[in-house]
């Protein structure tokens, strides 16, 4: 069992992605299967973008037992007004320079949810959002 | 298909410098970045007219083959050098994304 945690700041686009890249050397370091080493590191940068796009910075948590992979996002605000709004896909809040950048479909939350075992998104305007996404490494 | 292959059939100039070797096993073409994510695979030929450090990171993160930049678009030199880092080729073509995904799906390579 370990555990690791990854700051991500708010609007460092240059630095983007590094927090999954690492995850994702980090899986397949320790043998993780390859397909559950691409869920995790699709679901980790879509949270990871969301935190640069959306929050006022937060941290992405990895750990790892031989039986389950949890990623989690926590982020200190400013929280989604409707949740079930934010996992529909296409739904944006994402400002028009970030748009042309090719953020802002509306895909991020749809694909966490389509790429793990279990997922739970918990949101409280003004305090933060954490999203957890489960892995189940046996009978899978 | 490999790299190389690919840089004659689309005219193109690798930006990047030696990274021929790479398997073309699929193509995809796309400029929004959560779509790509959801759709990329390994080895993958990607068309896309961003030239942003983030589509290195989605390039990577699916293990692509290549990032095709079309209509004589160039990536920016801090991507390509990551891009270099990470394996992954990166080629301007003066051709549209259109052409280029004509050319590889004539030549064999399956959409992703
Ligand atoms: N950590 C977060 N803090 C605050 N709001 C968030 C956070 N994550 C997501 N959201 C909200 O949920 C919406 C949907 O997120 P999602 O990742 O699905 O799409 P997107 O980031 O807007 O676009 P894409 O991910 O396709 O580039 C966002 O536009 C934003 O309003
Ligand atoms: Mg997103």
């Keep these: ?140 | 298909m490999l790299v190389s292959d690919l840089i004659k059939l689309i005219d193109a100039e690798e930006q990047t410098t030696g990274v021929l070797d790479q398997t073309i096993a699929c193509g995809y073409t796309c400029d929004l970045l959560s779509w790509v994510m959801a759709k990329g695979k390994a080895n993958c030929a990607w068309v896309t007219v961003q030239t942003h450090m983030n589509v290195v990171a989605v390039a990577s993160l699916h293990d692509m083959a290549c990032v095709v930049c079309p209509e004589g678009v160039r990536m920016e030199e801090a991507s390509v050098a990551k891009a270099a880092q990470e394996g992954i080729a990166v080629l301007s073509s003066p051709k549209t994304a259109y052409d280029i995904c004509a050319l590889l799906h004539e030549a064999g390579v399956p959409s992703v």
């Design chain 1, 1 to 140: 069992m370990f555990s690791r945690v990854f700051p991500v700041q708010k609007g460092m686009f240059d630095t983007a992605g590094e927090a999954s890249s690492k995850i994702k050397k980090i899986l397949k370091k320790v043998g993780i299967p390859p397909d559950i080493v691409r869920d995790v590191a699709i679901a980790a940068y879509e949270t990871e973008l969301n935190l640069v796009i959306h929050s006022l910075g937060g941290e992405l948590t990895l750990s790892v037992n031989p039986e389950i992979i949890e990623l989690i996002s926590q982020d200190v605000g400013p929280g989604i007004n409707d949740v079930n709004m934010a996992l529909k896909e296409g739904y944006s809040t994402a400002p028009d320079d970030v748009r042309d950048m090719g953020f802002g479909a509306g895909m991020g939350l749809p694909n966490v949810q389509r790429h793990c075992h279990e997922f739970q998104i918990a949101s409280e305007l003004g305090r933060g959002t954490t999203i957890r996404a489960k892995y189940f490494l046996k009978n899978n």
